[in-house]
């Protein structure tokens, strides 16, 4: 425990000001270097608010014995003070500074309990160490994982105040496994979903006429399977918590026969006249002749794409996006609003661990970590996107855009539903190898990009931890 000279009286947290403003930027810079980095996944704003609340409660009471930060203050009648006791007894125990004793006259409370400003330093020097690795891992266009780092970071930072006291390590350990597993699960669902375009359009005769037919059961299947996972047990703002499992899936069904509905009659001819009306002669069209190969082969065969299928694929590709998108905002804003809604908690009202899920502020605050995502994305985002599209795989088109984007979107949300803080970076890394590898196990992927990916996964981790060690290091001197 930090030695720190803090009388825990009701208005304690008055004193605690600046280190509220510095939680602010770093969580800033957090979700800055998100934006700037997890842009390569896909931009994700636009879920933060109405379904973030999930991840932010797993990272922010999943990973640490919060009680391990409790401090009990006892009224002292002879010095008119509050002394810091071990525990209250059986005596009625008040949290809040806002506490009747502040006003004249008003009688003492007897005993009240807090989060000790320890826990704000550790949270603090977390949003620093996942901040600091998130920016030089984006200046280096390298994809890294901003749930490890304040994973790493807030473990180590409690470790260094606390012992070994009160740390998770089952669901910690259940947590890293997930970083393993999730790219594989995201990479099969995204390489199987490939191998079923492959098989239904690519190799056929006619590969435009085929994703015309095929088009509108690829978007309802989009729209179900993503609409469910967000509707299910959803936002407690919605009120979709409120829908059964049933109910959520009547809701979702009915939205993806729409949409096939739309695409099957409404617009039927304009899929096909948009395709026409669009020329690349940078691209020429895929001759028939070409596949020719017994039907087994093209399991690691190459089979060109032809460039007005790809033009189908484009509108397939704009929904995809949205929803991955919208997992990518719901999962990784946690990484950032956790440290910081606990530390605003703290200070609004001296206990870290009260029921956010239905606060007005906790709102505010995902808003304000998404509006840091769109600027990191904007400023530094192209260098990510750059290495994924470009120089991981050699061929990155709406049909494999598409592919990684479903497997990656409902691998996150799954996730998400289970309140598992996974990396979304993993997700779609795993989903671009796997897609690489459906289109051409020779040539679809460079495994040399991919093995200095891994590398930077494995620093993530020590470096974010050692970070946040430095930093509270610094910031104890200030108290």
Sequence with gaps: MLDILIQYAPNWTEHTTWLVIVAFIFAFLVSYGMGANDSCNDWGPAGTV????????TLRTGIIEFDIFDVYAQYNATTNQYDTVDFCGNSTIVGGWKAPD???GATPLECAKYTSIDFMLTQTASLAG?????????????????????????????FYIRGNVGIKWGEIMSIVISWFISPIIAGVIAGSLYYIVKFSV?????????????????????????????????????????????????????????????????????????????????????????????????FWAYVPEDRLTKKVFNTLQIVSSSMLSFTHGANDTGN????????????????????????DDTQLLLGYGSLAMIVGFVT?????????????????????GFCIEVGTAFTVLICVKMGIPISSTHCTVGAVVFVGMAKSTSEGVSFGTFRKICFFWLLCFPMAAIIGVGTTMILQQFL
């Design 130 to 158: 996942c901040a600091a690795f998130m920016i030089l891992s984006s200046c280096y266009k390298i994809p890294v994982s901003a749930t490890h780092a304040i994973v790493g970071a807030s473990v180590a930072t409690s």
């Design 336 to 359: 950032t609003i956790s440290p910081l809604l606990a530390i605003w908690l703290c200070y609004e009202s001296g206990y870290a661990f009260g029921n956010a899920e239905t606060r």
């Design 380 to 400: 530094l985002g192209h260098r990510t996107i750059k290495l994924l599209a470009h120089e991981m795989t050699v061929d990155m088109s709406p049909i494999s």
């Design 50 to 57: 109405a379904f973030g609340y999930k991840v932010v409660e």
């Design 102 to 104: 502040i006003l004249p």
């Design 202 to 298: 690519l190799i056929r005769q006619d590969t435009f006429k085929w994703a015309l037919r095929l088009c509108p059961i690829f978007m309802c299947f989009t729209l179900v399977v993503n609409l469910y996972a967000c509707i299910f047990d959803g936002s407690k703002y919605l009120g979709l918590d409120k829908l059964s499992a049933f109910e959520a899936l009547l809701v979702s069904v009915a939205i993806g026969v729409a949409g096939w509905a739309i695409l099957t009659f409404p617009l039927k001819n304009w899929l096909p006249n948009q395709g026409h009306k669009i020329t690349d002669m940078r691209e020429p069209d895929v001759a028939d002749n070409i596949k020719e190969l017994p039907w087994y082969k093209y």
